[in-house]
Nanobody
Framework: QVQVVESGGGLVQAGGSLRLSCTASGLTFGDYAMAWFRQVPGKEREGVSCINRNDRITYYDDSVTDRFIISREDANNMIHLQMNSLKPEDTAMYYC???????????????????WGQGTQVTVSS
């Protein structure tokens, strides 16, 4: 049984930093691309960042480029999202997800992410 669990969310002032972590179990972690998505009530879920299975390809949404850094620790089945210079518009529920990464030259499109965590809330106050 695959489990994906996020941690590290919280309340922070604008300009501050948070580090999200995600642990995935029940799968061969090294075969999976991992990603962070976020969603605000009443809006569609959006992709934030992705890292492919061999740690050579990363993707960032334009809204977080140069502020967020994604990384993975295959030895511990974990990924992290270091979020710096946070803005109130970063406030959302953040979800970690896993997708089997057949083609290691890309991060899979969102529709291929099959395993999801329950989310961790990030709130940035102005």
């Amino acid at each position: 049984q695959v489990q994906v669990v996020e941690s590290g969310g919280g309340l922070v002032q604008a300009g501050g930093s948070l580090r999200l972590s995600c642990t995935a179990s029940g799968l061969t972690f090294g075969d999976y691309a991992m990603a962070w998505f976020r969603q605000v009530p009443g809006k569609e879920r959006e992709g934030v960042s992705c890292i492919n299975r061999n740690d050579r390809i990363t993707y960032y949404d334009d809204s977080v480029t140069d502020r967020f850094i994604i990384s993975r620790e295959d030895a511990n089945n974990m990924i992290h999202l270091q979020m710096n210079s946070l803005k109130p518009e970063d406030t959302a529920m953040y979800y970690c997800a896993a997708a089997w990464n057949k083609d290691a030259s890309i991060c899979p499109p969102a529709k291929f992410f099959k395993y999801w965590g329950q989310g961790t809330q990030v709130t940035v106050s102005s």
